[in-house]
């Protein structure tokens, strides 16, 4: 295995995302964000957490229903207890896609021993 020259070992690393042809769709702040709104029931509250605003958070999420064609949050108006908003099927289905895929990316990073 190659080391640099402070004797550190070189090591594979990688970024993911979805694409549809060469247009972006989802990656990790996609996916934090949709995970947040999932947890929190909270546009907002996940846009926080996702250090977004919440304007950039909805045009994400428009992007990401415009490429999919389909909805991946509704969202209900509040009243005294205020709105919630929640993951449909299409929504849940992307994120535990792009966890999985995650997943099995960092397992082959963490078990890459071949030499450069």
């Known amino acids: 295995m190659a080391f640099s020259q402070r004797n550190e070992r070189i090591k594979p690393a990688f970024k993911l995302w979805f694409e549809i042809g060469d247009e972006y769709v989802f990656g990790e702040g996609a ?3 949709l995970d947040e709104i999932r947890k929190k029931k909270s546009i907002s509250a996940a846009a926080r957490v996702a250090k977004m605003s919440y304007r950039h958070a909805w045009g994400l999420i428009r992007e990401i229903e415009r490429h999919l064609g389909e909805d991946v949050i509704e969202t209900k108006r509040g009243g005294k207890s205020g709105g919630k ?3 449909t099927k299409a ?3 992307l994120l535990t896609d792009y966890q ?3 997943m099995k990316m960092s397992e082959t990073c963490n ?6």
């Open 100 to 102: 999985k895929l995650k």
């Open 31 to 33: 996916f934090i964000l």
């Open 85 to 87: 908003s929640e993951l």
């Open 111 to 116: 078990n890459w021993r071949s030499g450069l």
């Open 91 to 93: 929504g849940h289905s």
